[in-house]
């Protein structure tokens, strides 16, 4: 049974920072990608950066800059470290991996989300 488990998620004031951590864990051959989403009361579920199992990033344009992803393989878990936060980065945020079991085919599997609340 594979779980992904976000976490670090809070409220914050507009200007500060929080990081973002989400785990794999069970039983697998390997994760792709490992992608973070996020979704606005209201709105539908937007893609904020992905990073494949090599290293290589992507942003949305709303977080360009601002917003970073990692990934530590040896700990099946990828960071978002969201810098210089606004009140419209309100959303819950999602993670999202590929999971092989065999080296070929890979599943989609999403975490339960973590909140970010940016407010004064």
């Known amino acids: 049974q594979v779980q992904l488990v976000e976490s670090g998620g809070g409220l914050v004031q507009p200007g500060e920072s929080l990081r973002l951590s989400c785990t794999a864990s069970g039983s697998f051959f390997r994760i792709n990608a490992m992608v973070w989403y996020r979704q606005a009361p209201g709105k539908e579920r937007e893609l904020v950066a992905p990073?494949?199992?090599?290293?290589?990033?992507n942003y949305a344009d709303s977080v360009k800059g601002r917003f970073t992803i990692s990934r530590d393989n040896a700990k099946n878990t990828t960071y978002l470290q969201m810098n210089n936060l606004k009140p419209e980065d309100t959303a819950v945020y999602y993670c999202?991996?590929?999971?092989?079991?065999?080296?070929?085919?890979?599943?989609?599997?999403w975490g339960q989300g973590t909140q970010v609340t940016v407010s004064s």
């Open positions: 999202n991996a590929e999971i092989s079991f065999n080296g070929y085919t890979a599943y989609s599997y």
């Open positions: 990073i494949t199992s090599g290293g290589t990033t």
